[in-house]
């Protein structure tokens, strides 16, 4: 008896192949079928047959969930943007909106942010995300806004400066970081005094 029981790349163009053989193989193979015995409780199915069916229907109900709970995701970011648009402040004849998303939001800040300046139509967007010990930032911009001589990547270097931050990015949209986690309303002043 004779039973594979791991194999992985060890280099380029070679691989190991583990194995045993005798009683130790005989060991694996009924350690494999004790798992098989779980998983058909798990999924409540009476024989071998139906467990990659019933897998097989639970992927797909997975993805369909998935997919359902991102739409609604998506519905309800659009509804907090919209209803953020009431904070909305006039600097120097710019509309300026500042955000600061709880952490959990922190992988959607971008969109975000996209959203937000696309809503505003005319002007400009900073939102910002702490997560632990960092902070992230983004600035977007509306086109009119960059015609008159703003760019986002300038003002991220403006925040950078003020919290030794890195980032950077296109005239339109930028990002950037820092570990200064309690230089947060400077970094938004900084912002609003290179207006």
């Not at 004779?2 to 194999?7: L, R």
């Not at 999924?43 to 797909?60: C, D, G, W």
């Not at 300046?117 to 967007?125: A, F, I, Q, T």
């Not at 983004?138 to 919290?163: F, H, P, S, W």
């Amino acid at each position: 008896l004779f039973k594979i029981v791991s194999e992985e790349s060890v280099g380029s163009g070679v691989r190991r192949i583990e194995a045993c053989t005798g009683k130790q193989a005989y060991l694996e193979l009924k350690a494999e079928e004790e798992k098989i015995q779980k998983i058909m409780a798990l999924l409540k199915v009476k024989n071998r047959q139906e467990v990659v069916q019933k897998v097989m229907v639970l992927s797909q109900d997975l993805a369909q969930a998935l997919k359902e709970n991102e739409k609604l995701s998506s519905q309800l970011t659009s509804l907090q943007a919209k209803d953020k648009m009431k904070d909305v402040q006039d600097i120097h004849g710019i509309s300026c909106l500042f955000v600061h998303l709880a952490s959990e939001n922190a992988k959607k800040a971008k969109t975000m942010t996209l959203e937000y300046r696309d809503l505003l139509k005319s002007g400009l967007v900073v939102v910002t995300c702490q997560e632990e010990d960092k902070i992230s930032y983004y600035v977007a911009l509306t086109k009119d806004v960059i015609e008159r001589g703003y760019q986002a990547g300038n003002l991220i270097k403006v925040m950078n400066q003020v919290c030794d931050g890195r980032g950077g990015g296109k005239p339109d949209f930028a990002q950037g970081g820092t570990k200064q986690t309690s230089r947060l309303n400077d970094i938004i002043e900084a912002i609003k005094h290179a207006l």
